[in-house]
């Protein structure tokens, strides 16, 4: 570790206990960019990366709710507007109980970058509560946002700051967010992304994460000559990311052995079919039920119970070539990574933030395999939210067929970014430090022009 990372991180950790995951977003980028910061001095100087761990503003709020028992609720609302130098704050909202200020500023640090690479004007930020839409009713669901939103509308809006969804937050919660800053604000204005096809929403958005890590995967592949035909993939999660990454992976020629939710996940050696993912949509898009009921439809799949406290996940031992981790942070630890290299993987594109610990990154770089980080691979959702957004501008709409052009152009473009800059800093096949490096110098860049702002 260079010095320069070693005491940069002591005042990250001093300055921002507790908030482990913020300390590992940082700690993963800054040891990449120990060599663009030796290159060039006036971000040294200006301090340029010292400034972008410091998120521009935070807000934490209080959000009240009653329930359906006519009981009052209280969680805590957040959104951190991280970096605003290239365009705009964008960036998700997630609902989960496990969400804290740590977690958030991991994603909005993470963000920041991944926006800089999809080359569209977005900024980075995150938002999001410990609220857990699991288990609650349609209606609770929506007093619940419509508190949220009754603080979070002042912060916001289609120049300044443009949430979207993630963990928990997906067309159901968009809508009725979007429902109360339109009731709070009278406007009708492009505030938020993922929103439904008849109210400014963008054909492609709710596939465009998963679409854009296979996309990813297919680019990776092709530099060595290959294609994901007849590839097998293990997939973890199932939600919006995992839905639509087994969906492109079927129509690009790919076998999916696994899916999975937090309780447990199942193995189908058969193959997760166009038929059987429709069944999966359906269960936890419409029914909202859990990925045990599979096997119970599907007599070719076995499920197996995940132990959050084990010291590997199950999900990643099996043989497969190429793995999709797209549930959350984390889920991939240096025992996983042992496995999954193991078994004979050697395409990894991340759909989720973060899904790799240092331990597990260390061995895919050590290993030299096609490593695709997620703040890259995973660029695919926000880049279709900057396209929504430039429809909302136009008032206009793209066809599927030109929004799914530019998102795999879009993919492409980041692909050939990250090979170009890992290349140019020494160290050729290296996604970690191209992602990285590629990502900054832009926001860098216009850092510097702007001025100590
Ligand atoms: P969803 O809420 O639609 O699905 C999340 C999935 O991950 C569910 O299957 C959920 O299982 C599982 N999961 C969530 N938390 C945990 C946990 N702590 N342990 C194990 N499993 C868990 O979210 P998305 O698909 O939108 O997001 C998945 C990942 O992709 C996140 O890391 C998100 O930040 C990232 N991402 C999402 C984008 C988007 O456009 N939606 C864009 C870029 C990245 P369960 O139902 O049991 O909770």
Same mark, same amino acid.
């Given at each position: ?6 005491? /940069? ?32 001095? #006036? ?19 209080? =959000? ?52 800089? +690479? ?15 839409? $699991? ?5 609770? =669901? ?40 339109? $009731? ?5 204005? !492009?505030? /938020?992304?993922?929103?439904? +096809?008849?109210? !400014? ?81 359906? /269960? ?12 119970? $439809? ?11 406290? #084990? ?29 999954? /290299?193991?078994? !004979? ?19 895919? =770089? ?7 980080? @997620?703040?890259?691979?995973? #660029? ?6 900057? +396209? ?23 993919? $492409? ?30 926001? #860098? ?5 702007? @001025?100590?702002?």
């Amino acid at each position: 570790m260079s010095e320069f990372v070693k005491n /940069l991180m002591a005042q990250v950790k001093a300055k921002n206990p507790s908030e482990p995951e913020f300390h590992q977003a940082v700690f993963e980028v800054a040891s990449s960019l120990a060599l663009v910061l030796e290159k060039h001095p #006036a971000y040294r100087k200006e301090k340029i990366l010292e400034r972008i761990i410091e998120p521009e503003r935070t807000f934490m709020f209080r =959000v009240p709710w009653v329930d359906d028992q006519g009981e009052v609720q209280i969680n805590r609302g957040f959104r951190i507007e991280m970096n605003s130098a290239i365009g705009p704050y964008k960036g998700g909202l997630r609902f989960h109980p496990s969400v804290n200020l740590g977690i958030l500023k991991f994603l909005a640090f993470e963000q920041v970058f991944k926006n800089s +690479l999809t080359t569209l004007p977005m900024g980075g930020g995150k938002g999001g509560s410990d609220f857990d839409p $699991k288990g609650k009713s349609d209606g609770e =669901v929506m007093r619940f946002c419509q508190s949220f939103m009754s603080e979070l509308f002042r912060h916001i809006g289609p120049n300044t700051d443009v949430p979207a969804g993630d963990i928990g937050v997906g067309g159901r919660e968009i809508g009725f967010l979007f429902g109360q800053y339109k $009731k709070l604000r009278n406007e009708f204005t !492009g505030v /938020l992304t993922g929103k439904g +096809l008849n109210w !400014g929403g963008s054909l492609i958005r709710p596939e465009a994460t998963g679409y854009g890590a296979v996309y990813f995967a297919a680019e990776m592949l092709s530099t060595r000559k290959q294609t994901l035909e007849g590839k097998k993939c293990l997939v973890s999660g199932s939600g919006n990311v995992a839905q639509y990454t087994v969906e492109k992976i079927l129509q690009l020629g790919g076998k999916v052995l696994t899916l999975s939710d937090s309780n447990g996940y199942i193995y189908d050696e058969a193959g997760i079919t166009t038929e059987k993912l429709q069944f999966v949509m359906d /269960l936890k898009n419409v029914r909202r039920g859990r990925m045990k009921e599979y096997t119970d $439809k599907f007599k070719s799949a076995v499920y197996t119970p995940i132990d959050p406290n #084990a010291d590997h996940n199950p999900l990643w031992n099996h043989k497969a070539d190429s793995a999709f981790p797209s549930a959350t942070q984390n889920e991939v630890n240096g025992k996983d990574a042992a496995n999954l /290299l193991r078994n !004979g993987v050697y395409v990894i594109s991340e759909g989720a933030n973060m899904p790799s610990s240092i331990e597990a990154i260390d061995q895919f =770089v050590e290993a030299k395999i096609l490593y695709g980080p @997620g703040k890259a691979a995973n #660029a695919g959702g926000v880049a279709t939210s900057g +396209l929504e957004m430039a429809q909302n501008s136009m008032r206009y709409s793209w066809t599927r067929e030109e929004v799914d052009n530019r998102l795999h152009m879009i993919m $492409k473009s980041i692909h050939k970014t990250c090979v170009d800059t890992a290349e140019k800093y020494g160290t050729p096949g290296n996604y970690v430090n191209g992602a990285n490096i590629g990502g900054f110098v832009k926001v #860098a860049d216009s850092m510097l022009d702007q @001025g100590i702002v």
